[in-house]
């Protein structure tokens, strides 16, 4: 089962066109549950496009380019350790 993540109670006072105001009220989005929602999905852009930025600049780093065998050599010394049993656990 799911914990459940704890609340912190936030007073947020904005400046709205009268027009947006209306609108947004009348539409629901200024209820806690829509500010919720609308929070999350900024925060997960936020998140999306910060990776996006990390793999742009590391695609920019001047590294050599892997050969097959190299390659190949990598992931087979990764299936060896997914296989080899770690010390301590049973």
Known sequence: MAQKESTVQLEIRLSLPD???REAEASGLLAPESMESLLR???RKRR????FEAADRLAAVPLP???EAEIEAE???V???RHTPHAGSH
């Open 79 to 81: 299936r060896r350790a």
């Open 65 to 67: 380019s892997l050969t």
């Open 19 to 21: 027009s947006v105001a």
């Open 75 to 77: 992931v087979q010394a």
């Open 41 to 43: 999905e900024a925060l």
């Open 48 to 51: 999306i496009d910060r990776l």
